[in-house]
T-cell receptor, first 115, second 109 residues
Framework: GAVVSQHPSRVICKSGTSVKIECRSL??????MFWYRQFPKQSLMLMAT?????????EQGVEKDKFLINHASLTLSTLTVTSAHPEDSSFYIC???????????FGSGTRLTVV | QKEVEQNSGPLSVPEGAIASLNCTYS??????FFWYRQYSGKSPELIMF????GDKEDGRFTAQLNKASQYVSLLIRDSQPSDSATYLC?????????FGQGTELSVKP
């Protein structure tokens, strides 16, 4: 089955620093990747959609200069949280799809804590 | 505004009972519907998807879709304590997977 690998699973960083999260599709080509954020006891909120080779499309209210998304290849997308602040602490999850797939495959998530 | 609504619960059922989870959606044009299960601290895992009106069964799980009423439900038969999790309803809208707020299910031994 389709597998999406997400790293790191957990990261703690200091306020003001940047953190990069990677999402890789291991056995399929992900034409589209999605990035979600989930705060405790809340649902997954879509942050942005990225298609290979083009700029990401951000949802309303998500700062594109703060959450940099790169989808340079059909198997790799990255999310960089720049100048992180404590309020950015959350569970970040990527999801990937391809033209041949039914549904979407999720990565295992990254727990970000900004101190 | 495209919305997916779920009762946040918590829903508590005894072991062996049927758990019924409900979801409504606002976009009448939606075609694809998904149920995900999420354990605390983990990412969602797909349980079922349904595209056509009616019922779809997979083991202990049955998804029901009524497009006229814009309603999709998930039934879990013979509920087990290991089914205790948050169940997320999701709808594809504009190529994006949009989630409801989730229903927390607790199955008591």
């Amino acid at each position: 089955g389709a597998v999406v690998s997400q790293h790191p699973s957990r990261v703690i960083c200091k306020s003001g620093t940047s953190v990069k999260i990677e999402c890789r599709s291991l056995d399929f080509q992900a034409t589209t990747m999605f990035w979600y954020r989930q705060f405790p006891k809340q649902s997954l909120m879509l942050m942005a959609t990225s298609n290979e080779g083009s700029k990401a499309t951000y949802e309303q209210g998500v700062e594109k200069d703060k959450f940099l998304i790169n989808h340079a290849s059909l198997t790799l997308s990255t999310l960089t949280v720049t100048s992180a602040h404590p309020e950015d602490s959350s569970f970040y999850i990527c999801s990937a799809s391809s033209r041949d797939m039914l549904g979407y495959t999720f990565g295992s998530g990254t727990r970000l804590t900004v101190v | 505004q495209k919305e997916v609504e779920q009762n946040s619960g918590p829903l508590s059922v005894p072991e062996g009972a049927i758990a019924s989870l409900n979801c409504t959606y606002s976009d009448r044009g939606s075609q694809s519907f998904f149920w995900y299960r999420q354990y605390s601290g983990k990412s969602p895992e797909l349980i079922m998807f349904i595209y056509s009106n009616g019922d779809k069964e997979d083991g202990r799980f049955t998804a029901q879709l009524n497009k006229a009423s814009q309603y999709v439900s998930l039934l879990i038969r013979d509920s087990q304590p290991s089914d205790s999790a948050t169940y997320l309803c999701a709808v594809i809208w504009g190529g994006k997977l949009i989630f409801g707020q989730g229903t927390e299910l607790s199955v008591k031994p």
